[in-house]
């Protein structure tokens, strides 16, 4: 991603903004500090770390789930 100085993003605002919009990302810098990262209005959503719960009523756990294979396992074992 590049990253814009302030001053030539404001000389060069209309390119970077069709830059943009194809789908090329930039960052502003103010003094070398990013200020702001600017990308296309429909460029997906970053993911903020995991969501929880997010199959909740989706999955359900068989009330035998933790003995599932256990006549499987036990034969295993049985010389």
Same mark, same amino acid.
């Given at each position: 991603?590049?990253? !814009?100085?302030?001053?030539?993003?404001?000389? &060069?605002?209309?390119?970077?903004?069709?830059?943009?919009?194809?789908?090329?990302?930039? !960052?502003?810098?103010?003094?070398?500090?990013?200020?702001? %990262?600017? !990308?296309?209005?429909?460029?997906?959503?970053?993911?903020?770390?995991? %969501?929880?719960?997010?199959?909740?009523?989706? !999955? &359900?756990?068989?009330?035998?789930?933790? %003995?599932?294979?256990?006549?499987?396992?036990?034969?295993?074992?049985?010389?």
């Amino acid at each position: 991603m590049d990253i !814009i100085n302030m001053h030539d993003a404001k000389t &060069r605002l209309s390119q970077l903004v069709d830059k943009a919009a194809k789908g090329e990302p930039f !960052i502003i810098a103010k003094a070398g500090k990013p200020m702001a %990262r600017v !990308i296309a209005i429909d460029a997906p959503e970053p993911v903020k770390g995991r %969501r929880l719960g997010f199959l909740k009523g989706q !999955i &359900r756990v068989p009330e035998d789930f933790d %003995r599932l294979g256990e006549t499987d396992i036990a034969d295993s074992f049985e010389v």
